[in-house]
Every structure is written in C-alpha cells, then in structure tokens.
DNA sequence: TAGTATTTTCAGAAATCTCTGAAACTTCTG
DNA sequence: CAGAAGTTTCAGAGATTTCTGAAAATACTA
C-alpha cells in the first residue's frame, strides 16, 4: 500500500501544481495517486495513502469525475467502489484541455458575443468594443482550433508535432498548390 | 473617469474569471481597465475606477509588469506612473502563454527528468515509471510545440488555423510527397 | 538640502477556500 | 425487513489568499 520514494514525490508535487491547474491540492494528488497506481483503488486505500479524510476523499472524486478523468470499477463480491483513472495519460491530457477550455474561454465568449452586438457611442466606446472584436476573434480561433486538434488521431498529431518549426514550410507550398490548383 | 455599462461588465467579468487565468481578481480587473480604455492610466485613476486601496494597485500593476504584460509610461511635466497594455490583444496572448506555459509546465518537466533517471525496482514501480515517461514525453512535445506556435508569423499562424480539420490532408500530403522523395 | 509628491511595503483584517468528522443517506445481504 | 457496509453531505474549524491603509521608502522640485 505504501508508495515508492519516487510516487511519493510525484503524488506531493502534484498536489503543489494543481491549483495552477484548476483543481486543489487533494483532487491533484488523488488524480496523480491513480496515475501511478497499477490497480484501482477504494475510498479507504485513497484515504489512508494520502492522509486525508475520508469525507474529503468523496468529494475529490466526485470533482475528478466531473472532468471525466477518473472511472469507477466495482469488482464482484466487494462491495466497494474502486477507481482508476479514465484512460491513458494523452486522453487525460485531451480531457483536461477541453474541460479548461470549457471554464476558462467559452464564458468569455459568450460575453464578448452579446457586447459585441452593441454599437459604441463615442471614441472611448469604439475603443473598447475593437479591443474586444480582437479579444473574441482570438478565442474563437483558439476554441476552433483546439477542436481540430481533438478531432485528430494520435498518429496525425505526432506528425503534426514533429513537423514543428517545419511547418512553415508545408504551409507555403500548400499555399502554392492549392493557389495553383483551384484558386482557393 | 467612469466607464461605460459595457466596459465595466467586461472589467467585472475579467475580475470574475481572473482565477481561473493564473491571477487573482484585482490583478484581473487592472488589466481588464487597461485593455478597455484608450489612454494611459495612473494608480490613483485605477484605485478610484475599480474602487480598490492604493496599495493594492501598486501590487496588482508589480504583478502584472511580472507577466510583461503592461508597459509604464511617463507623462512629461507630470510625476505619476502611467500604464498601458503592452501590444496588441494577440502579443498579450502569446505572453501569457508563455508565461503559463513556464508556471504550469516547466517545473513538473524537470521533476520528471529527474525521476525518470532512476531504474524501476519492481512491477509496481515500472508502471509509474512507464506513466511518468508517457507523461513528460507529451509535455515536452507541447512545450516544443508552442515555442514553434510562438515563432510563427501572425500570418504563418492565421493560416494554419484557416487549414482547421484541413491539415490532416495536408500532412498526409507532405508525407507522401517526403516519403518518395528522401524516404524520410 | 528641505519639503512635497508618489510609490512601495507589510502587519493585520477580511474574505475565500479547503478539510474534517460525525450524522444522514444509500445499497446490499441474509 | 433489520442490520451491516459503504458513501455522501455539510456545518464549522483551519488554512490560505487577498485586501486595506498607514508608515516607510523613493523620486522629484525649488
């Protein structure tokens, strides 16, 4: 049950990060406690592994579930409920971008949308509203984008990654093809 | 002096959401003002627009210098600091990202380049190790990825965001054409 | 240099967030 | 159905973060 030196480590530094990660400290280390974990874990093991109360432990994983990051498992003959976490480290990783995106850019958003259907009055106002035509065309591309992204299959991202500063390249010539081809 | 209905709802929901961006609420709303409004501003300005102590100000307008994110300006013949937005919406943006990406990825990096140095003694630990790997390979390959993003043109950038769902035809594309060509 | 304007600092107050643990609730077993 | 096993809830304690405002420090002017 005890963990490793190096678990150990892991799980606490997690804890430290996770508020810069939009969770607090027990959700962060119960997440990096299942990462580590080879089996799943009952509310007690979590519990008991990590110091922390049992009535804390409930609400951490109710939160990780409600970013789809963990899974419950029930093995048959016990009655308790068991955790691991909700796929490997990439899908985690999808999950998490697109449930920040959901907090942090779509409120945003929305906001900027209905500002924007407003017609400013005066030299400050027309100021103001450029600034915010910036700001939401910003986050749309953005939340587009990111879709893109999560649309896109494993292997096509590696590729996608390891072309990296490369990209450049492909753009231009697609430019030049796709110009030549059909003018798009 | 006062802002319009509009700007201050944009200040108060920046102020809002701050958190959930790496910064606490006054920080949020000071920049927030900033963006909206269209000259410069003194503390004493930003302390009476967002009915906030003086000192309080001061430590938001540190914070925020912290992130490059304002500029000081001085005003000749006049003795206060004045502050803008340092660039446009975009230059911001990337700034932020950046700086997010230094608070909120960088460290867990290096702790993993650290713990990935050690062998693994037993099952138990092959899997955190095999986790952790997993973990920093795709850290490391976002952190790589948004540097290239960072040194893209804005127009390099609108385009390949332009190209959306699109760049899985491109890569295949590329691959095909790299492929015959040098086999790499 | 003395005096004034401006900014920064920081101790403690206020607000917010997190955690505990006991009670309430739910689910299962015989 | 009664009792046991397990989970959730939530009031209040504890910890952390943020904010104020007065005092200290700095920068400027004459």
Redesign the pocket.
Same mark, same amino acid.
């Given at each position: 049950m005890d963990l490793s030196r190096q678990a150990e480590a892991f799980v606490s530094h997690f804890g430290e990060m996770s /508020?810069r990660w939009g969770f *607090? =400290?027990?959700?962060g280390q119960i997440l990096a406690l299942l990462v580590v974990r080879s089996t799943s874990l *009952?509310? $007690?093991e979590i519990s008991q592994s990590l110091?922390? /109360? =049992?009535? *804390?432990v /409930?609400?951490g994983? &109710?939160e990780l579930q409600s970013w789809r990051l963990i899974r419950l498992e029930r093995i048959p003959g $016990? =009655? &308790? $409920?068991y955790f691991t976490t909700a796929g490997s480290i990439s899908d985690m990783a999808r999950t998490v971008f697109e449930e920040r995106r959901k907090r942090e850019i779509d409120p945003t958003l929305s906001l900027l949308r209905d500002h924007l259907l407003d017609t400013p009055a005066d030299e400050e106002e027309m100021h103001a509203h450029k600034q915010m035509a910036e700001l939401h065309d910003l986050l749309e591309l953005l939340t587009q984008w990111a879709g893109h992204l999560n649309n896109m299959s494993p292997e096509q991202l590696q590729s996608l990654m390891k072309l990296g500063a490369g990209i450049g390249k492909v753009l231009e010539f697609k430019d030049k093809v796709s110009g030549k081809k059909k003018d798009a």
């Open positions: /508020s *607090n =400290r027990t959700v *009952n509310a $007690d110091h922390i /109360s =049992r009535g *804390n /409930s609400m994983l &109710k $016990d =009655r &308790k $409920d």
